[in-house]
């Protein structure tokens, strides 16, 4: 008999997401509960681009997890925050 693995994707999740700059204005809040069955940092970025898909016009949106720039290979957990931060313009 052949033993099931269990998929790691079969549970959701709670992240802390934060948007700053036109990632707040885009998505109408500065912070919100994330419920996703997704694991990585890439995972969940195309996730809230499905989802927002405004986000996909910028010409950057880089994802920092617990105030570090992560790479989307980076596995997220429900303790960690996770902030999208658009690109900077200022004057």
């Known amino acids: 008999m052949e033993s099931q693995m269990k998929s790691p994707y079969l ?37 809230i681009f499905e989802r927002y898909p405004s986000l996909r016009q910028l010409n950057s949106l880089f994802i920092a997890v617990n105030h570090r720039y992560a790479p989307d290979e980076q596995v997220i957990t429900e303790t960690d925050e996770v902030a999208l931060i658009p690109p900077v313009s200022g004057g």
């Open 11 to 47: 549970y959701s999740m709670e992240v802390k997401l934060k948007m700053f700059g036109v990632a707040r204005e885009i998505m109408g809040r500065q912070e919100q509960v994330w419920s996703t069955q997704k694991k990585s940092v890439g995972e969940i970025k195309e996730e």
